[in-house]
């Protein structure tokens, strides 16, 4: 076996374990090339394109990051949780 078909192997199986079955996380892995396709026809853009599409990329994780965190503290607190809203 030769050693690029034992990483491709190696990089198809920690797509496939990272992403799991989500269709979501498909759809935004398919949005980023699309993305980074559209900067490039951008004459301007294209030259970094890819570093662009890293940066938004980077500002979804953080705020996906935080929305779950926010989230999962909110839970367990006192902020309406029981209440019936009378």
């Given at each position: ?16 374990h ?32 890819l ?20 989230m ?15």
């Amino acid at each position: 076996m030769g050693f690029f078909s034992l990483l491709a192997t190696w990089v198809l199986i920690g797509i496939w374990h990272g992403f799991g079955t989500s269709s979501v996380v498909w759809g935004i892995y398919f949005a980023g090339f699309t993305l980074a396709t559209l900067i490039g026809y951008i004459p301007e853009l294209s030259g970094s394109a890819l570093l662009l599409v890293a940066f938004v990329g980077i500002a979804i994780a953080l705020n996906d990051f935080q929305t779950r965190v926010a989230m999962k503290q909110n839970a367990g607190s006192a902020n309406g949780g029981d209440e019936d809203g009378i």
